[in-house]
């Protein structure tokens, strides 16, 4: 079980993310929702080690993963929203980087690399460059380097950003399969729908503060809505799409 106590980060006495807490359990995809500006991308850099809480308890299995950040990130795999890989470097290069950091065995390393880039259509340019990769492809590699190790604890950015619609309808089935492994999944993302179709559990947060944790059926239920999109309307006190659209072409017209 992850566990996340109080979190707080604070940038010059303003909270980015304020006394957030919630769970994610063995086989529970957790959706992290909120708008542009909303704690999402610090609590994940948060979690994955790449900032410094200012306040809080970050727990896997009872135990603070800040003690041990080194082992922790042995059992994490992170995909993060923006796909910063090294270009001069080939899908295969990547992958077999990624794994000697891992501490993966050569031979695993070759094999799993190998699987992975064709089971996710990147056969034919496991040799190319990343440079001369589309995002989609950049996007797959992220994926694939995130699952090399077989990780127990899974952190999503965005994780569809890019991908074809093929490549989205496996995710979201690979989603489904590694939670029923029992693997820790945190999903953070903007598109409701997607969401709203692969988690069991989310978390809403506006203005660095958690507004709602509960499954989404529960939430449909307490706030009287048919959809996730009607109950984060309300509680991060989002304009309807349709009234946004209805402003946008008066102001166009002003």
């Not at 694939?144 to 979201?172: M, N, R």
């Amino acid at each position: 079980m992850l566990e996340v106590r109080g979190l707080t980060k604070y940038y010059s006495r303003i909270p980015a993310i304020e006394d957030a807490n919630f769970t994610i359990r063995p086989g529970e995809i957790l959706g992290y929702l909120g708008p542009n500006g909303s704690g999402k991308s610090t609590t994940v850099k948060i979690l994955t080690g790449l900032l410094e809480p200012s306040e809080g308890e970050l727990l896997y299995r009872g135990e603070d993963i800040r003690k041990d950040f080194v082992g922790f990130k042995r059992i994490m795999g992170y995909v993060p929203e923006e796909a910063h890989l090294y270009p001069h470097l080939t899908g295969t290069e990547y992958l077999q980087l990624v794994g000697r950091l891992r501490g993966l065995e050569r031979r695993t390393i070759e094999k799993r690399a190998e699987t992975l880039l064709r089971l996710f259509g990147l056969d034919d340019s496991r040799h190319s460059l990343i440079g001369s990769y589309s995002k989609g492809m950049r996007q797959k590699v992220l994926i694939s380097s995130a699952l090399l190790h077989d990780p127990d604890v899974l952190i999503f950015d965005e994780p569809f950003s890019g991908l074809d619609v093929t490549a989205a309808q496996v995710l979201k089935q690979l989603l489904a399969r590694l939670a029923a492994e029992g693997k820790l999944i945190l999903y953070s993302s903007h598109v409701l729908e997607v969401v709203e179709k692969v988690c069991s559990e989310v978390v809403i947060l506006r203005k660095g503060k958690v507004v709602a944790n509960n499954s989404i059926s529960k939430l449909r239920e307490l706030m009287a809505s048919p959809s996730l999109e009607d109950v984060f309307s309300q509680l991060a006190e989002q304009d309807h799409a349709g009234e946004t659209v209805k402003r946008i072409v008066e102001a166009m017209r002003a």
